[in-house]
């Protein structure tokens, strides 16, 4: 059964940059689209990017368009998320999904942990 680990949150300045991991085991990235979820305090699990099995269709939401850039690197089973101009609206908990046949699925079937991301000056 695929096991999915995010990492790479923490506590950057506003304006600043982190990467997030997403390295999935038990199975290979390749079988599976690939979105990344946020969740703050209060609010509910917003889907902020996700991308295709192929690579070739990504999705971005507004909140996060032109800042945020989804990759994939099948040959290390790992999904990244670079995120640049943070804000401090963008502190929650990232999730990683997976999913086997839809692109950009509400709930995927596979999640993460989740990784911490604060900004704050």
């Known amino acids: 059964q695929l096991q999915v680990v995010e990492s790479g949150g923490g506590l950057v300045q506003p304006g600043g940059s982190l990467r997030l991991s997403c390295v999935v085991s038990?199975?290979?990235?390749?079988?599976?689209?690939m979105s990344w979820f946020r969740q703050a305090p209060g609010k509910e699990r917003e889907k902020i990017s996700c991308?295709?099995?192929?690579?070739?269709?990504?999705f971005y939401a507004d909140a996060v368009k032109g800042r945020f850039t989804i990759s994939r690197h099948d040959a290390h089973n790992t999904l990244n998320l670079q995120m640049d101009s943070l804000k401090p609206e963008d502190a929650a908990v990232y999730y990683c999904?997976?999913?086997?046949?839809?692109?950009?699925?509400?709930?995927?079937?596979?999640w993460g942990q989740g990784t911490q991301v604060n900004v704050s000056a």
């Open positions: 999904g997976a999913d086997r046949y839809f692109f950009c699925a509400p709930n995927p079937t596979r």
């Open positions: 038990g199975g290979t990235l390749e079988d599976y689209a």
């Open positions: 991308i295709s099995r192929s690579g070739t269709s990504t």
